[in-house]
């Protein structure tokens, strides 16, 4: 244990995090040994983490400390927004990519962990937050890059009066206003991208391209969504004769056509968010047993990560989405499952607004781990230790 001892206290040597996942996708918090950020606003931090501490994203998302998918949660004690008292803390997100300006199983997770913790240097308002419902719920506005989210969290109080998250229950949020940038937006798919599925059932026109429809909706980053049966998958996300190759072969080349027209990102006030964070597929046959109003999702999104989760600011484009269509109205809710076996999450269209639909989502997130990661800088001569992905070998030609 000495050595463990001597790496975990000595900051300049470690950068200490908390692991939590969320319907299996995790979330990694750092609590300590990631250093200051320059900037006036949350935005310019993040632009600063990017360009001067770039490396240590590398380190904490990327093997051999993480992997390729692994996502992250560096805690901002002060914005533009926690001085004006709008918001009680900042967060920046991370994965193998890089940064995202809205995250919703960490914010669910985030949940969670900033009432449990007692370290009012990590949180310095955590004693500030508004408790309401008789101690029940604590309620946290968290300043994420895209605007305050409003989390409640479940609370129990202990004998000795600790008030701490309450892992038996939900965990819900309020993020900004979602909405629909486009709707049954085509994208030609020239006959040379187009993936075997779609080559199967999809018809070609005179031009030899293939016509896909693809909804692409906001929740705090925008999300191409499309099912399916419209990608050519005729059995959907339940068919044993498809891969998940065959899912990111297909979303890859599809977001390859997409991400390049920023005419359909274009958000109301900030030019950093108008980006393509990735495209969700979804399968609407499974539904849900309790109200017949769901679907599996299957998100791709950054170097081809595969979110674990139903992705919490997905599901509340998917919400706009389904209001704007139509089958989803305002006060009810959508089921939004993951392929794998666990807890889903819930979105519920609460109301409309100028700029789109407010939107409730709710998940369950758990502690996994808490680590002490010692830094590159320690072992200098460990290239690979500073965060590698597995790829083939490259190597240059010789000219």
Known sequence: MDLFEDFSKDNQKAIKVIDMHTSGEPTRIVVSGYPSLDGKTLLEKRRWASERHDDIRKMLMLEPRGHDGMYGAVLVQETELTKSGEADIGVL????????????????????????????????????????????????????????????VPTITTKSGRRLSDGSKPVSFISVP?????????????????????????????????????????????????????????????????TMKD??????KLESLLKTRKDLYQHP????????????????????????????????????????????????????????????????????????????????AVKRVQEGIVVEVDGRAHYTSAASFILPDFERDDVIGRGFKLELPYYAKQS
């Open 93 to 152: 997100f991370c994965h193998n990519q890089g940064y995202s300006t809205m995250c919703g199983h960490a914010t669910i997770a985030l949940g969670r962990f900033l009432v449990d913790t007692q370290d009012l240097q990590l949180f310095p308002k955590r004693n500030q937050v508004e408790v309401v419902d008789s101690g029940t719920i604590t309620k946290i506005r968290l300043h994420a890059p895209c605007g305050v989210v409003h989390i409640s």
């Open 178 to 242: 979602s909405f629909v940038s486009r709707r049954s937006f085509a994208v030609d798919i020239p006959a040379e991208l187009a993936w075997r599925q779609l080559r199967l059932h999809g018809s070609a026109t005179e031009e030899q391209t293939y016509i896909v429809n693809v909804d692409i909706c906001y929740g705090g980053a925008f999300y191409n969504i499309v099912s399916a049966q419209e990608l050519g998958f005729s059995d959907g996300l339940r068919g044993e004769s498809y």
């Open 247 to 252: 899912f990111a072969d297909a979303s890859q």
């Open 269 to 348: 006030r900030e030019k950093d968010l108008e980006f393509s964070y990735g495209v969700m597929i979804v399968d609407k046959t499974f539904g849900s047993k309790s109200t017949g109003r769901g679907e599996v999702g299957l998100l791709f999104f950054a170097e081809g990560q595969i979110d674990r989760s139903p992705t919490g600011s997905c599901v509340s484009a998917r919400v706009a989405l389904g209001v704007d269509q139509g089958w989803l109205e305002v006060g009810t809710s959508e089921d939004n499952c993951v392929p794998h076996e666990g807890n889903g999450f819930r979105g519920r």
